[in-house]
């Protein structure tokens, strides 16, 4: 098998949350790290026991439990905004990997119930503290499973994923003013560039919240 038939194969297994909690940039990355041996098979809280298991055979590995430094496995959560707190800031919509928040600048966010991953990602941005997790009254997440409804939900999330980022790479530059001569002085940042650096912030914060939840 190829590095990238593995890698596939890997990604196949994991359940596109996005969260980072594994301490890579989402789940492909991961997969790509574990390919390499360069990650434990053990780092994927959202993945749960079966993912764990399922690592373990693809990858000829014995098991281990979760690794607590990564988190715990917790229950399926969804992200709800209380719109009448709501400030309209957008910090949200920027973290969210998957595209499932909703609003504009100085409007109303809310939350695409049946596109959020329950990655929390969006939690730790808000200045107004107007989002919280419920947990899902559907616990039946095993994402292992190739025809499970789980599996659908996560492939369909991986697709969401992917747009984002090519959403983000083909954002046009924003130019100002008298470019041209501004250019000529310094070269000017990219806006994609900005937008991937606030959202790898917003995931560094979400993860340094996670972890201080689960250690206190």
Same mark, same amino acid.
């Given at each position: ?74 229950? $399926? ?6 719109? /009448?707190? @709501?400030? +309209?800031?957008? &910090? =949200?919509?920027?973290? %969210? *990997? #998957? !595209? ?5 600048? $100085? ?6 119930? /049946?596109? @959020?991953? +329950?990655?929390? &990602? =969006?939690?730790?941005? %808000? *200045? #107004? !503290? ?87």
């Amino acid at each position: 098998m190829t590095e990238i038939a593995l890698v596939d194969h890997i990604d196949a297994i994991l359940p596109q949350t996005q969260c980072t909690q594994c301490g890579y940039a989402g789940c492909r990355p991961y997969a790509e790290a574990l390919a390499r041996g360069d990650a434990g098979i053990n780092q994927c809280p959202p993945g749960g026991e079966s993912g764990i298991h399922a690592l373990a055979t693809l990858l000829n590995q014995p098991y281990q439990p979760l690794n607590p430094a990564h988190g715990a496995i917790r229950p $399926k959560m969804l992200a709800l905004i209380d719109e /009448a707190i @709501c400030i +309209g800031c957008t &910090l =949200c919509i920027k973290a %969210c *990997p #998957v !595209d499932a928040i909703l609003g504009a600048h $100085k409007q109303m966010h809310t939350v695409i119930t /049946a596109e @959020c991953t +329950g990655c929390e &990602l =969006c939690v730790a941005p %808000c *200045p #107004v !503290d107007c989002i919280s997790m419920q947990p899902l009254t559907n616990q039946e997440w095993d994402y292992t499973q190739p025809t499970s409804l789980a599996r659908q939900v996560a492939d369909k999330a991986r697709t969401r994923y992917q747009h984002r980022l090519q959403r983000l790479d083909n954002m046009p530059l924003k130019r100002p003013l008298a470019a041209t001569r501004i250019e000529a002085e310094q070269p000017s940042v990219s806006t994609v560039e900005a937008k991937k650096a606030a959202l790898a912030a917003a995931m560094a914060r979400a993860r340094a919240q996670r972890q201080a939840t689960t250690t206190s």
